[in-house]
C-alpha cells in the first residue's frame, strides 16, 4: 500500500485479555517503530526495529508488551493480560534506510481496556 | 534531564491572525527538530524538519520554523491560520547519536475562532 497500515482500527479488550495489534510499513521501509499515545498526550517510544532485529526495546512499559518482526517487514505488538492503563492509541511507523530520513505513522490502533 | 517541552497546553487564534508555538528542548547536543501535526482520529503528519543548515526552515501547508541554539528552542509559526489548521501539534526531537528513536513533546492544541 501506499502508506503504513495498522490493524485493527480498533479494539476493545476484557481486561486481562490478550491482544495483537498489527503493522504493514511502507514497502522497502528497513526502520519499524511502534510508539504509545495515552489520551491527551504525546507519543511514547516503546521499540524500534531495523529489519528483524529488535535494536531498541527501552519503552516497553512491562513484560506483558511484546513486540516481533520475524521477518523485516510486518510487525506485531502483543500485549498480554490487557490492563486498563493499557488503553491508548498505538501508532506504528516507518523510516526508509539512511540517516535523517523522514518517519511515516499510520493512523495508529485504538486499544480500551475495559 | 533530557526533554522536549511545549509550554502551551491549549491555544485559540482567530482565523486569519499570525500563530507561534513554543518548543524548547533540554539535551546535550543539538539534536535533530521536528513539527508534526495530527488532526482528531488521523496519524502523524510531518510539518518540517531540522538536521542543519539554514535555521529558518519551511515546511507544508505554509508552517516555517526557527532553530535558535542560544535558546534551545524551535518554535513554529504561520504568518495567517485557517480554520482546517485547528489539530494538535507536536515538537518532536532525535538524538544525532541515536536517530532511530524520536521523542515527542506533549502538543499544543490549536483552536480557531471563527
Known amino acids: 500500500g501506499a502508506g503504513v497500515s495498522q490493524s485493527p482500527r480498533y479494539k476493545v479488550a476484557k481486561r486481562g485479555q490478550d491482544v495483537a495489534l498489527r503493522c504493514d510499513p511502507i514497502?522497502?521501509?528497513?526502520?519499524l517503530f511502534w510508539y504509545q499515545q495515552a489520551l491527551g498526550q504525546g507519543p511514547e517510544f516503546l521499540t524500534y526495529?531495523?529489519?528483524?532485529?529488535?535494536?531498541?526495546k527501552s519503552g516497553l512499559p512491562s513484560d506483558r508488551f511484546f513486540a516481533e518482526r520475524p521477518e523485516g517487514s510486518v510487525s506485531t505488538l502483543k500485549i498480554q493480560r490487557t490492563q486498563q492503563e493499557d488503553s491508548a492509541v498505538y501508532l506504528c511507523?516507518?523510516?526508509?534506510?539512511?540517516?535523517?530520513?523522514?518517519?511515516?505513522f499510520g493512523e495508529g490502533s485504538w486499544l480500551t481496556v475495559v | 534531564a533530557q526533554s522536549v517541552t511545549q509550554p502551551d497546553i491549549h491555544i485559540t487564534v482567530s482565523e486569519g491572525a499570525s500563530l507561534e508555538l513554543r518548543c524548547n528542548y533540554s539535551?546535550?547536543?543539538?539534536?535533530?527538530l521536528f513539527w508534526y501535526v495530527q488532526s482528531p482520529g488521523q496519524g502523524l503528519q510531518l510539518l518540517l524538519k531540522?538536521?542543519?543548515?539554514?535555521?529558518l526552515v519551511q515546511g507544508i501547508k505554509g508552517f516555517e520554523a526557527e532553530f535558535k541554539r542560544s535558546q534551545s528552542s524551535f518554535n513554529l509559526r504561520k504568518p495567517s491560520v485557517h480554520w482546517s489548521d485547528a489539530a494538535e501539534y507536536f515538537c518532536?526531537?532525535?538524538?544525532?547519536?541515536?536517530?532511530?528513536?524520536?521523542?515527542f513533546g506533549s502538543g499544543t492544541r490549536l483552536s480557531i475562532r471563527p
Open positions: 511507523a516507518s523510516k526508509p534506510p539512511g540517516t535523517g530520513n523522514t518517519i511515516y
Open positions: 514497502s522497502g521501509h528497513v526502520s
Open positions: 526495529f531495523q529489519n528483524e532485529a529488535q535494536l531498541d
Open positions: 539535551y546535550g547536543a543539538t539534536p535533530y
Open positions: 531540522y538536521f542543519s543548515g539554514d535555521t
Open positions: 518532536a526531537v532525535a538524538l544525532r547519536s541515536s536517530a532511530s528513536k524520536i521523542i
